[in-house]
Nanobody, 113 residues
Framework: QVQLVESGGGLVQAGGSLRLSCAAS????????MAWYRQAPGKQRELVAS???????NYADSVKDRFTIRADNAKKTMTLQMSSLKPEDTGVYFC???????WGQGTQVTVSS
């Protein structure tokens, strides 16, 4: 089993920045990809960014050039640096591993206009 714990959400004005963190524990050797997802009210959960154990990153078009995902492969910790935030970035952000194999509890990000 793998446990994921997010931190770093909050309220920020449009144009501001936030940094989310995710820490994995348990059978971390089984993790081969970590990712951030978000779910806005009334919408489906969507993939925001991912990073493989080999360091390959992928971003949703809506966050490219604004968000940066990083991971410490040995410790299985992950961060998401979010800049130039927009109200449409509002939602609950979830840390995930192995594309839905494991989930964190989520952290709220609210961007005010």
């Amino acid at each position: 089993q793998v446990q994921l714990v997010e931190s770093g959400g909050g309220l920020v004005q449009a144009g501001g920045s936030l940094r989310l963190s995710c820490a994995a524990s348990g059978h971390i050797f089984s993790i081969w990809v970590m990712a951030w997802y978000r779910q806005a009210p009334g919408k489906q959960r969507e993939l925001v960014a991912s990073v493989t154990s080999g360091g390959t990153t992928n971003y949703a078009d809506s966050v490219k050039d604004r968000f940066t995902i990083r991971a410490d492969n040995a410790k299985k910790t992950m961060t998401l640096q979010m800049s130039s935030l927009k109200p449409e970035d509002t939602g609950v952000y979830f840390c995930g591993a192995n594309y839905g194999g494991y989930w964190g509890q989520g952290t709220q990000v609210t961007v005010s206009s």
